[in-house]
């Protein structure tokens, strides 16, 4: 029972009650004992309030199962989780087998014990438990003198920023006959570090490291998922296809009105994007809203393409890249494209359907870039 304080914090744990009191107390529970599917027993503890706030809060834990007694150390964090006191939960980490290292399980006991004394005892368990696997000695005293040098303040201290390196990182596909090479690599590395031409270059050894090759699942799935669009919604939409060159100059608004130099207002009913075909199209100067209606019968994307490299190599002749090169004010930068109008049907369909919006909006010169209507 708690004696005349109010509690801080309270949580449970396995069934377990925890409290956390703003002043030194103690609670009193029954003495129980679960046994746990890995063979480790959870005893009730009891609780000793702290006198500062920290990190992680300290507790003292006394077990009892029958008339044996034990005491241990434990932590609970500060959202009001808890682990188990300190050689039980070390126990459980022993015991998930060979994926664990001794650097881990140290640092993780040295977390957790708040006393050097039990640190000291549970270290050499821990090696005792690595001895028994066959670790190499080296590996286990290097990784005990490692851990012994870090107090216990910094082991709970949050991780801060790493240094910036100069080493350069070396990364390799993963091949059979590359091990060799990389060993040569590190051989000869101090070559590298004292000569006059290199030593700039090279200040530490370079970091070796290998990337998986590209597999199927590469080639079907994408790392990041487009933001999926409705088919059913109207108006030109990116294909987000690797290295287009359209989807930058995609007029992608929704229900979008095309309105011409006469002020007459088309509007886009159908779902178009850069890979769509036998379209008519419109090209867009955002600048001083001058148009360009064209059709083609290819995909949007391979038409666009060819407008925008004749704009970039300022071919004579086209209307489209003499309005975005100088002496013009515009630029390839205030091109936009739209589809406007699918065809089903054959070539004579889709030139009367780019004939009947020229018409429409009124994009023939000097009011638009179309130079004369097509024949059909």
Known sequence: ????????????????????????????????????????????????????????????????????????????????????????????????????????????????????????????????????????????????????????????????????????????????????????????VETLRHDPSTRDHFPDPPITAFRIEKNISKHLVRASQPQAVVPDTPGTFPCNRGRCNTCPVVSYDKNLSIVGPNNNRFNVHQHFTCTSANVVYVLVCKRCNILYVGETKRRLADRVTEHLRSIKQNLPGFPVATHFNPPSTCSICDLMVSAAISCRGSDHDRLAAENRLIMKLGTLSPHGLNVRLELL
Not at 14 to 33: C, E, L, M, Q, Y
Not at 107 to 127: G, N, P
Not at 147 to 172: M, N, S, Y
């Open 1 to 188: 029972m708690l004696m005349n304080v109010k509690p801080v914090v309270v949580g449970t744990y396995n069934g377990k009650i925890f409290v956390i009191t703003d002043h030194r107390a103690s609670i009193a529970s029954p003495t129980v004992a679960r046994k746990s599917s890995w063979g480790v027993r959870h005893y009730c503890l009891r609780l000793r309030g702290t006198d500062q706030v920290l990190r992680y809060v300290l507790f003292n834990s006394e077990c009892r199962d029958g008339g044996d007694q034990g005491n241990g150390h434990g932590w609970m964090g500060h959202d009001g989780g808890s682990l188990h006191s300190c050689k039980w939960h070390v126990q459980w980490g022993l015991q998930m087998g060979e994926r664990i290292e001794p650097t881990g399980q140290l640092l993780r006991a040295r977390r957790i014990c708040s006393d050097d004394q039990d640190f000291a005892k549970v270290s050499k368990q821990i090696i005792s438990f690595f001895e028994q696997r066959q670790y190499p000695q080296r590996v286990l005293s290097n990784a005990l003198k490692r851990i012994q040098g870090i107090d216990r303040a910094a082991a709970l201290a949050p991780k801060t920023d790493h240094t910036p390196t100069r080493r350069i990182p070396l990364v390799l596909s993963f091949h059979p006959s590359v091990t060799p090479i990389v060993r040569a690599i590190y051989r000869n």
